[in-house]
C-alpha cells in the first residue's frame, strides 16, 4: 500500500523520456562488457576464465551502482539527486576514452584473477558503477513523480533497461565487431558515454521542474521486507547468475573463446529479465515450470557427453539456462516489494548476481577440480521451484513414469547390446554409429525423469536430477580411465590413462577440457617416441625430420606445452623452448610420475617461459629460430588473437632466413585452415598446408592422429623441400579474410566447420 499527493499533469517530466534514459544507460553498460573482454583477452592466452572473472567484476561493479543509486535516496529531493548524479557521472569520465589501463603493470601468470579485476577497475570500474546506477535511479523517480500517481507500477521500466541491454549485446557480434575497428569501437563508446551525460542531464532537467509541492511523496504503508525476504530475493537471483558463467564456461571451453559466444548466454539472461518483468508476461510461470523441467531433465542426462556433436549440446544447455533463469526471475517478481523499497530490491537482485558470479568465477576453481560448479547449481536450482503439488493431469504423469522406467531399464540393456555391435567406422548420413547411439540413450536418460516434473514437489524433482546425472555418468558417459585431474584459472587438466595394442601396453593421456593435448605411452620401448599429434609422419613431425636432416642444431620454439612430446625430437644439439602461459601444465608435464619427454626423452637443453605467447615470443630475439611451432589451436578453447596478421608477423620476425613456422590447426569444432592461409600470406609469408589422415590401423611403435597444418616461411626457398613433397600443397589465401587484432570471424570459422560436416548446408 502507497500514499500519494496528485500531481499536475502539465508539470510531468515526458514517460519517453524515462525510457530513452534507462534504455541509453542499459545499452551502454552491456556493450562496454564484450568490448573490454575483449580488449583484455589476448593478454591472459584466450582463456574462458577471462570471461567469467569480467563477468564477476562487472556484477560487483552493478552492485556498487545499485549501492550507489539507493544511497542517493536519502537525498530528500530529486533535483539533488539528479545534480548528485550528473557530478558523478562527469567525475568517472576521467577514466575515458575507454582503454586497457597501464598502471596494473604486465598480465600476471601467477595471479591473473588479481591482475584482471585490477585492470577492469583501473579501466572502466568507475563508469561503469555509476552508468549502471541509472535503472534503478531513474525507476526511483518515476516512482516518486508520474509512476505511482497514475496506477503504474515502475518495474515495467526494469525491461526496457534490459532490453536496451539486449539489443547492445546482440549489436555487437552483428554490428559493432565486424564493421568497426577496437579503436573505433573504444572511442565510439566513449562518445555514447558524453551523449548520455546529456540525456540524463535532461531528465534531470524535466524532474526537476515539478514543484515541491507537486512531488509525489511515496509512503508505503506496507511492513518493510523481513531478512528472510532479502534473503530469497538474493538466491534467486544468485542462482541464473551462476548458471550464466557455468554454461559459458562450457560454450567458450567447447569451441572458442570469444565475445560472440559469451553474449549468447548473457542475452539470454537478460532476456529472462525482460520476459519476468512485464506486466504480462510473454511466458507464464506455469508454462515455464513444466518447460525447465523437462529441459533441465534432458540436460542432465546430457551432461558426461562432453564429445558429442556441438549443436545439439549448445541448444540443450542453453534451453534449461534460459528456463531455469525464467523461472528464478519470475519468482522474484512474484516477491517484489512496495515501490518504497525498489532500490533495496534492485540491491539485493544485484547482491545475488555477484554471490552467483563470485562463487563461479573465484571459489570454485579453488575447490573444485573440475566444473563441478555448474551440474551441481543446475540440481540446486530444482529446489528454487514452488513447492507443492500443482499438476493435476494425473494421466501425464502415469504415461511418463511408465516411460520414465522402461528407459530406466532399457537404457544398460541397449548399452550392452551396441557396445558388442558397434563399429565407429561406418557411417549413417554425416553421423556414426557411435554418435546415433549416444544421442539415442541421452533420449532414453532424459525421458526416465521427465516424470518427475509432472509430480511438481522441488524435492523429489532435485533428487531425481541428481539421480540422473549419476545415472549417465556411470553407465553411458564418454568414459576414459581419469587417474588424477587438476584446475587452475585457464582450465581443467585431466590426467587418464587407456591400452593401445600397436604400443604394447597403456598410454598416458593429458587432457585440457575435452582435448586431448598429448599422450606417452608406458612401455619402456616406445616411451620417447611422439604420439598422437606429433609422430613422424604427421605434417609436424614431417618438419622436424626434414629439417633435422637439413641441420646438425637446431634452435626451436613451441607456444603450448602440453605433454611436452616434441622434446622427443631434441637431440644433443639441438635447443628447445616451450612457450606456455598456465604454470599447472609447466609442472605436470615436468614431473617424472605423469610424463617424460622434457625430462628423460630430451637429449639436450629445454626451458620454459610462463605467459601468454603473443607477449613472451615477442621478446625473443629476431631471426633466432629454425622451427617455430605455434600449438595453441587445437584446444576448443581458441586463443584468436594468436592467429592474426600482427601474430603472424611478429613470429616471422622471430624465423631465420630459412626457418619455418608451423600452425597446427587441429579443431574439432572450428575450420582454421582457410583463414590460416590468408593470414600467411597478409603477413608477407610464403605457405603451404596439409590435411594429414593417418590409416585405418596404427603401425607398430605408433598411435597417431588426423591433423591440419599450415607451414609458413619467409620466402620461397625455406619451402623448398616441402614443396618437392607430394603430401604438402601451396596454400590458396582466398578462401576466407584474413584475422586481424580488429577483426576476427570465429562464427564464420564454426559455420565452415558444420558445412564440412553437413553437405546440405549452403
Known amino acids: 500500500m502507497t500514499t500519494v499527493a496528485a ?19 542499459a545499452a551502454l553498460v552491456f556493450m562496454v562488457q564484450p568490448m573490454v573482454a575483449k580488449l583484455v583477452l589476448p593478454l591472459l592466452g584466450g582463456s574462458p576464465s577471462v570471461w567469467n572473472t569480467s563477468m564477476a567484476f562487472f556484477q560487483i561493479a552493478l552492485l556498487a551502482g545499485y549501492f550507489y543509486a539507493h544511497l542517493l535516496q536519502r537525498i530528500p529531493s530529486v533535483r539533488g539527486q539528479a545534480i548528485a548524479h550528473v557530478s558523478a557521472l562527469i567525475v568517472a569520465a576521467i577514466a575515458l576514452p575507454l582503454r586497457v589501463n597501464g ?10 584473477n588479481l591482475w584482471l579485476l585490477a585492470v577492469l577497475a583501473l579501466s572502466i570500474g568507475a563508469p561503469f558503477a555509476v552508468l549502471s546506477a541509472t535503472a534503478p535511479l531513474v525507476q526511483a523517480w518515476h516512482a516518486r513523480t508520474i509512476g505511482v500517481a497514475e496506477g503504474k507500477e515502475p518495474y515495467a521500466l526494469y525491461a526496457a533497461s534490459n532490453f536496451g541491454s539486449l539489443i547492445a549485446l546482440l549489436a555487437y557480434p552483428v554490428l559493432v565487431e565486424p564493421l568497426s575497428s577496437l579503436a573505433g569501437q573504444r572511442y565510439g ?6 551523449l548520455f551525460v546529456l540525456v540524463i542531464a535532461t531528465l534531470g532537467v524535466a524532474v526537476s521542474r515539478v514543484r515541491a509541492a507537486e512531488v509525489v511523496k511515496v509512503r508505503a504503508t506496507t511492513t518493510p521486507p523481513t531478512w528472510r525476504q532479502r534473503a530469497i530475493w538474493v538466491l534467486l537471483a544468485a542462482i541464473p547468475s551462476s548458471l550464466m558463467l557455468g554454461v559459458s564456461t562450457y560454450i567458450t571451453t567447447d569451441v572458442a573463446s ?7 548466454p548473457l542475452a539470454l539472461y537478460l532476456t529472462t529479465f525482460i520476459i ?10 506455469g508454462v515455464t515450470l513444466v518447460l525447465q523441467a523437462a529441459a533441465v531433465a534432458i540436460c542432465a542426462a546430457f551432461l558426461p557427453f562432453r564429445a558429442s556433436f556441438f549443436g545439439v549440446q549448445l541448444f540443450v544447455h542453453l534451453a534449461a539456462f534460459f528456463l531455469t533463469a525464467l523461472m528464478c526471475h519470475q519468482r522474484l517478481v512474484a516477491r517484489r516489494p512496495d515501490p518504497a523499497h525498489l532500490t533495496e530490491f534492485y540491491l539485493c537482485l544485484s547482491l545475488g548476481g555477484v554471490v552467483g558470479g563470485a562463487f563461479n568465477a573465484f571459489l570454485a576453481p579453488v575447490i573444485f577440480n573440475d566444473v563441478w560448479e555448474y551440474p551441481i547449481v543446475l540440481a540446486l536450482a530444482c529446489l528454487a521451484r514452488p513447492w507443492g503439488d500443482l499438476n493435476r493431469v494425473q494421466t501425464w504423469t502415469w504415461a511418463m513414469l511408465i516411460l520414465g522406467v522402461i528407459a530406466a531399464v532399457a537404457t544398460p540393456i541397449a548399452v550392452t547390446f551396441a557396445g558388442s555391435r558397434m563399429t565407429t567406422e561406418s557411417v549413417v548420413g554425416s553421423f556414426d554409429q557411435a554418435e546415433l547411439f549416444d544421442m539415442a540413450v541421452k533420449g532414453l536418460l532424459g525421458l526416465a525423469v521427465i516424470a518427475a516434473f509432472m509430480v511438481r514437489r522441488q524435492a523429489l524433482f532435485f533428487l531425481a536430477i541428481i539421480a540422473v546425472m549419476s545415472y549417465a555418468a556411470e553407465t553411458a558417459a564418454d568414459r576414459t580411465d581419469t587417474r588424477q585431474s587438476w584446475r587452475s584459472f585457464f582450465g581443467v587438466l585431466k590426467l587418464s590413462q587407456t591400452y593401445v595394442p600397436s604400443l604394447d601396453g597403456r598410454v598416458k593421456m593429458l587432457a585440457h577440457g575435452t582435448t586431448l593435448h598429448g599422450a606417452q605411452a608406458q612401455n619402456p620401448e616406445y616411451a620417447c617416441q611422439p604420439m598422437v599429434y606429433y609422430t613422424p609422419s604427421t605434417p609436424i613431425g614431417q618438419v622436424f625430420v626434414a629439417r633435422q636432416k637439413e641441420k646438425p642444431g637446431l634452435r626451436i620454439g613451441t607456444v603450448g606445452l602440453g605433454t611436452g612430446s616434441v622434446a622427443g625430437y631434441v637431440r644433443e644439439t639441438d635447443h628447445l623452448t616451450f612457450f606456455e602461459i598456465d604454470p599447472l601444465v609447466v609442472r605436470v608435464a615436468t614431473d617424472a610420475a605423469h610424463f617424460t619427454y622434457t625430462t628423460l626423452c630430451a637429449k639436450s637443453l629445454v626451458d620454459y617461459v610462463i605467459g601468454d605467447a603473443r607477449l613472451t615470443v615477442a621478446e625473443q630475439p629476431d631471426a633466432s629460430f629454425d622451427i617455430l611451432l605455434i600449438d595453441a589451436f587445437s584446444s576448443d578453447a581458441v586463443p584468436a588473437h594468436l592467429l592474426t596478421v600482427e601474430a603472424v608477423r611478429g613470429y616471422l620476425r622471430k624465423l631465420k632466413p630459412d626457418g619455418v613456422l608451423i600452425l597446427h590447426l587441429s579443431n574439432r569444432n572450428l575450420d582454421l585452415m582457410n583463414p590460416a592461409q590468408a593470414v600467411a ?3 608477407g609469408g610464403y605457405a603451404m598446408a596439409q590435411n594429414y589422415r593417418p590409416g585405418e590401423v596404427d603401425p607398430k611403435g605408433t598411435w597417431e592422429s588426423s591433423e591440419d597444418a599450415v607451414i ?8 623448398a623441400a616441402f614443396a618437392a613433397d607430394g603430401r604438402w600443397r601451396d596454400a590458396d589465401p582466398f578462401k576466407a579474410r584474413p584475422w586481424t587484432d580488429d577483426y576476427t570471424n570465429l562464427a564464420g570459422s564454426l559455420y565452415a566447420n558444420l558445412k564440412g560436416r553437413w553437405t546440405w548446408l549452403p
Open 276 to 285: 519476468a518483468f512485464q506486466d504480462r508476461p510473454l511466458i507464464p510461470l
Open 681 to 683: 600470406r597478409a603477413a
Open 189 to 194: 563508446w566513449s562518445a555514447g558515454y558524453a
Open 103 to 112: 598502471l596494473a603493470g604486465p598480465p600476471s601468470s601467477e595471479h591473473p
Open 7 to 25: 500531481v499536475a499533469p502539465a508539470r510531468q517530466a515526458p514517460p519517453a523520456l524515462f525510457v530513452l534514459t534507462v534504455f541509453t544507460s
Open 258 to 264: 570469444a565475445p560472440f559466444l559469451w553474449v549468447l
Open 712 to 719: 609458413v616461411a619467409r620466402n620461397r626457398e625455406a619451402l
